[in-house]
């Protein structure tokens, strides 16, 4: 490739607003990793879940987030996973997508122990290098000097009917209204917790994702990203 890229790009934005569609596509474009961050919250969400058995007690959830080992790895089978997820070993790719995990990962999210554990290794990655990196406090936390920082957000409803048709497509159940009302809880939790909440940075590039395909916003970042290089 001749043409020069920003090395780190960060992107944020709530749930379902296709930061992993568009990072992935990204990523394949400038033979960059892709690291999806979301992965690693749920991964702790669903070991609490499995181990405590609860998440309500952050001292436990904190202890257990700072000794778990979490590997995210390419993708060893074809079954439409963007990465390999795994806890101590176990490969819980399509675990940590479960209703229950979506229900909890907002509330462990925001235990500040949790996050300090988390974004540790995050940086540890991100600043690596040609790298695209997915979540919610990439570009205001984890990796504040990122050369390009997206947000990217859709409506609520426009979310939630995605989130819908992937349920579907998996061959899940799935309730239109039950997930709208859960992507406003999890939004809502996101974006008013004290510790990194959901918010642009203010030198992001903010993108609505509504009305446009996930290959229109990859050429426009592609285009943001070729002036700022
Ligand atoms: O895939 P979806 O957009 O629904 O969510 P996700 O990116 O997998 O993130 C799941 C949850 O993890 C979010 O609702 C946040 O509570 C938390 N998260 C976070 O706090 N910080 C990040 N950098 C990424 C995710």
């Not at 990796?143 to 859709?154: F, R």
């Not at 809502?188 to 996930?214: G, H, K």
């Amino acid at each position: 490739m001749d043409k020069k890229y920003p090395s780190i790009i960060a992107i944020d934005g709530p749930a379902a607003s296709g930061k992993s569609t568009v990072g992935v596509l990204l990523a394949k474009k400038l033979d960059y990793l892709f690291f999806d961050t979301g992965n690693m919250y749920r991964a702790v969400t669903w070991a609490a879940l499995k181990r405590l058995k609860r998440v309500d007690n952050e001292a436990d959830v904190t202890h257990l987030a700072e000794t778990v080992q979490i590997d995210v790895q390419p993708p060893s089978v074809e079954d439409g996973r963007l990465a390999d997820v795994l806890v101590d070993g176990e490969d819980i790719t399509w675990q940590i997508r479960s209703p229950e995990v979506d229900a909890n990962v907002s509330q462990v999210s925001a235990y500040p122990g949790v996050r300090d554990a988390m974004t540790y290794q995050q940086r540890r990655i991100g600043n690596r290098g040609r790298v695209v990196m997915v979540g919610r406090d990439i570009g205001t936390v984890v990796l504040p000097d990122a050369e390009l920082k997206i947000y990217l957000d859709a409506s609520v409803e426009e979310r939630a009917r995605r989130r819908y048709e992937e349920l579907v497509r998996r061959g899940e159940t799935a309730d239109y209204e039950k997930i709208l009302k859960a992507m406003k809880k999890r939004d809502q939790i996101d974006s008013t917790r004290a510790v990194a909440p959901l918010r642009p940075a203010s030198d992001a590039v903010q993108i609505c994702s509504d009305r446009i395909s996930a290959e229109q916003v990859v050429d426009q970042i592609l285009r943001i990203a070729e002036k700022i290089a």
